[in-house]
């Protein structure tokens, strides 16, 4: 039996020459139990000029794990701490009201995202997880729950 690799694994794992100091968690501040996925978010990224979508990697509704922008490049998630951090997010965030800050995360976001960030962690060992509101000078509720607390033992 041949064991693949995902391609996300390989590309969370894979060395960089940015130094990576920090890996940023985010929330697409969606609506709750809407299915958005990289391709999504890539279109309205680049509706607002960019060259790409600002993240990294996207937990999708079901767990799985999407590539976006390349590692290897600054992604364009935190005002100001880009060149150092890598950027994950998942997709929701927010109540079915569509503006309350809500941690929406089904199991199966929650355990790939803990997936995630322990390869992160293990291809940049000093690097701090935390969440976007954890950032200084950001007023935002992103990522709408405490990562910094609950990624802090990974
Ligand atoms: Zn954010």
Redo the contacts with the bound molecule.
Sequence with gaps: MTTVTPAWRAAASAPIARAITSI?V??T?TREGQPFHVADVRAWHKAQGWSDIGYHFLVALDGKIEIGRPKAQAGA??AGHNAASVGI?YVGGVAKDGKTPKDTRTPEQKAAMVDLLRVLKAAHPGAIVQG?RDYPKVA?A??SFDAKREYATL
């Design positions: 940023a985010h929330c501040a998630h935190v997010v976007h935002k992103c990522p």
